[in-house]
């Protein structure tokens, strides 16, 4: 049977944040170096956001690059900056054919010139598409996301243009990068590591945590779909117990 069949259409998560785990392991297994992980990696990330809007999901955050990844060895992150700007240039066809809205999240000011104009000029071109939006998480560091939302609401209570008494979370939401996204429903990892890596850690309060072994660039639609129908078998209680999800005006 189909996976997607198994899918309930009415149930599907409407944010997936994923964590692209495994490249270099996956290259290291082949006898190549890392970077070969990365430039094989392109066939998963196409097959992941074709399997999301497939099944309406409204958004998918990619982990790409985060701000510890500027400490690896120099010729990984220039092939990976590279790798940024021509993978943006090959996609977008398909981002168009397929209504992908293209987002950005992190640190963007610290990314080399030419991504930062490649990455607008594809944010610019597809900013009225509205299949999925896709967000691509670079130079991105979850604790440096809250420590700058904690210093521009703390500039706006000194300017006197927001009172102490009036910080809640929906704030501290309008703050974040992701402002305008929902919070994460599903975040998968891949490669078999059981951690979240400084990654949306504040959107991520109540998702559901799917971890598998699979390595990233052999990641396909039959992984994503399995990730889906583990999350529809959950129980997402929000704090409440299983009485007063199954009888909810009690």
Do not use: C
């Not at 990330?45 to 955050?61: D, K, L, Q």
């Not at 967000?135 to 420590?147: D, F, K, M, Q």
């Amino acid at each position: 049977m189909d996976k997607k069949l198994r899918i309930n259409l009415q149930r599907v998560p409407k944010h997936v944040a994923v964590i692209m785990d495994g490249n270099g392991r996956w290259a290291k297994g082949k006898g190549m170096e890392r970077v070969f992980g990365h430039k094989n990696a392109l066939t998963a990330v196409r097959e992941s956001i074709e399997a999301a809007a497939e099944i309406n999901i409204e958004a998918i955050t990619l982990y790409a690059f985060s701000t510890e990844n500027w400490n690896r060895p120099k010729m990984e992150v220039n092939a990976l900056m590279k790798l940024l700007i021509s993978s943006l240039k090959k996609e977008l066809p398909t981002f168009q054919k397929n209504n992908v809205k293209v987002n950005a999240i992190g640190n963007l000011d610290s990314l080399p010139s030419k991504a930062q104009k490649t990455l607008q000029e594809v944010i610019k071109l597809t900013e009225t598409n509205s299949k999925i939006t896709l967000t691509l998480a670079l130079s991105y560091g979850s604790r440096e996301e809250i420590v700058n939302t904690i210093k521009n609401i703390s500039k706006k209570v000194v300017n006197n243009e927001l009172q102490t008494e009036e910080i809640d979370e929906n704030v501290i939401n309008n703050h974040l990068y992701t402002f305008n996204l929902p919070d994460v429903d599903l975040m998968i990892r891949t490669s078999g590591e059981h951690r979240i890596s400084n990654f949306l850690l504040w959107q991520m309060a109540y998702a559901e945590l799917y971890f598998t072994d699979v390595l990233w660039p052999d990641f396909r639609k039959s992984d994503f779909f399995d990730a889906i129908i583990e999350y529809q078998n959950r129980e997402r209680r929000f704090g409440k117990t299983s009485e007063q999800i199954e009888t909810p005006n009690e």
